[in-house]
Each structure stands twice: as structure tokens, then as C-alpha cells.
């Protein structure tokens, strides 16, 4: 198994940054960063789980529109550690924020339901 653990969350003002951090561990975790497709997603109240940013082997990331140019993902493969700065906050990025991996592909989608291993999340909240 692979355990997942996010931390770096809290409570900005509006255009203030952040930087989440999931750390990998478990069955493996030599290859957990370096070898699957891995992601940060998030969810506020009364919404669905929503796609971020994911990033594959290789460090081809995708962001979702609405952090295009504000988020970067990135990652340590040899800390098995996953990052996310946020910068530029504003309300709307008020969620939780969870780190995930899928199981077996090397390719991302930004769909939630193709991912297996999640964090227990971090919560972000930006106040205006």
C-alpha cells in the first residue's frame, strides 16, 4: 500500500501564498514519486472533488484553468515528496486539498475517479 500525507495548509489573505506537501511512504515507495502518474486535487464544501494539477514521470504537468499560472506542481522523487505553491490566492481556492497517485498508469487525467492512493487532505482557506 501506499500511504500518502499532505501538510502546509492554513489561512491566507487573498493574494497570499502557500506551499502544500505530500509526502509518500509504504510498499514500494522507492518508485511511488518517479514511476505513476500523481496529482493534488481539492474539494469545498457542497462541491464536488475537483482536478488542480497533476504531473507525470516524466514532469509533464497539467493545471486546471482556474489555477493556470498561479499553482506549480512539482515534485522530489528521491524525498518522495509532491509539492503544490500556490500563489496568488484568492477565496474560490478555499478547499480541501488532497495528494493523490494513481495505481498502475504513468498517465494523468483530471478525473478523480482514476486515482487510487489519496492523502487524508490539508485545508486551505483564503480569506478576501
Known amino acids: 500500500q501506499v500511504q500518502l500525507v499532505e501538510s502546509g495548509g492554513g489561512s491566507v489573505e487573498a493574494g497570499g501564498s502557500l506551499r502544500l506537501s505530500c509526502a509518500g511512504s509504504?510498499?514500494?515507495?522507492?518508485?511511488?514519486?518517479?514511476?505513476?502518474?500523481m496529482g493534488w486535487f481539492r474539494q469545498a464544501p457542497g462541491k464536488e472533488r475537483e482536478a488542480v494539477a497533476t504531473?507525470?514521470?516524466?514532469?509533464?504537468?497539467t493545471y486546471a484553468d482556474s489555477v493556470e499560472g498561479r499553482f506549480t506542481i512539482s515534485k522530489d522523487s528521491a524525498k518522495n515528496i509532491l509539492y503544490l505553491q500556490m500563489n496568488s490566492l484568492n477565496p474560490e481556492d478555499t478547499a480541501m486539498y488532497y495528494c493523490?497517485?494513481?495505481?498502475?498508469?504513468?498517465?494523468?487525467?483530471?478525473?478523480?475517479?482514476?486515482?487510487?492512493?489519496w492523502g487524508q487532505g490539508t485545508q486551505v482557506t483564503v480569506s478576501s
Open positions: 509504504g510498499y514500494g515507495y522507492s518508485s511511488i514519486f518517479s514511476s505513476r502518474c
Open positions: 493523490t497517485r494513481r495505481r498502475l498508469s504513468r498517465t494523468c487525467v483530471m478525473r478523480s475517479a482514476e486515482f487510487t492512493f
Open positions: 504531473i507525470e514521470p516524466d514532469g509533464s504537468s
